[in-house]
């Protein structure tokens, strides 16, 4: 029964959530349960949503396709922070996310962080850099039920000496639960918004609902 649960719960989507709410769904549902956690319709822009999140005013943007919710955008209201804190602010946000056991990045977090002598206007400017970090929502129970099922079809003998096929199935359960995990992507750009000012935006993406081409 365990294997059969397993393998039906792997079946599923693991969709991305957003304050524990899955990103999915209509704009309108979306809309009533961010409520629900506080936030309040924009005074100026109706497209919006603004609230607290991570302790910072925000400004909460809802990206549907076909009618369903695909992403939630979270612009950050500092949008007249300076180059020096930005780098704090955008680093600072690395370093919660690889300390958040709910995030996994297949990059090193010094990738992402800014050097404190870098010149980002000048980056961004000059060489068009982008300052990107990424990062995958992990499902714990998935991951859990899904090695589970793996390690019910083996003896413990055969577990603490793995023939190669055994390993070699190993990692396709693996891959396989990393290929459904990236599907609940995660992540941060910084903004250039004038000469000198600078903000960051940070998206929650339900890429199953992202359009395929399915339009065109």
Request: hydrophobic share 35%; aromatic share 14%.
């Amino acid at each position: 029964m365990l294997l059969i649960f397993s393998t039906t719960l792997f079946a599923q989507k693991n969709i991305t959530k957003f304050l524990g709410i899955p990103v999915d769904g209509t704009k309108s549902e979306m809309i009533k349960r961010l409520k629900e956690k506080g936030f309040k319709e924009h005074p100026f822009r109706d497209e919006f949503l603004i609230g607290e999140f991570n302790g910072e005013d925000a400004s909460i943007s809802i990206k549907t396709n076909n009618g369903k919710v695909w992403r939630i955008a979270v612009l950050f209201d500092y949008s007249t922070t300076d180059e020096s804190q930005i780098k704090i602010r955008f680093n600072n946000l690395c370093y919660q996310f690889s300390k958040n056991k709910k995030y996994h990045s297949f990059d090193d977090i010094s990738k992402y962080e800014i050097p404190e002598d870098e010149n980002i206007l000048y980056e961004m400017t000059i060489n068009h850099k982008v300052y990107d970090a990424n990062f995958i929502q992990m499902d714990q129970d998935l991951i859990v039920k899904e090695l589970v099922s793996f390690s019910s079809k083996y003896t413990d003998e055969q577990m603490k000496n793995p023939s190669e096929e055994l390993i070699a199935e190993f990692n396709n359960v693996q891959n396989g639960i990393y290929e459904k995990l990236s599907n609940s992507l995660v992540w941060f750009r910084l903004l250039k918004n004038g000469n000198s000012l600078f903000s960051i935006v940070l998206f929650y993406d339900n890429l199953y609902n992202q359009a395929h081409g399915e339009d065109l």
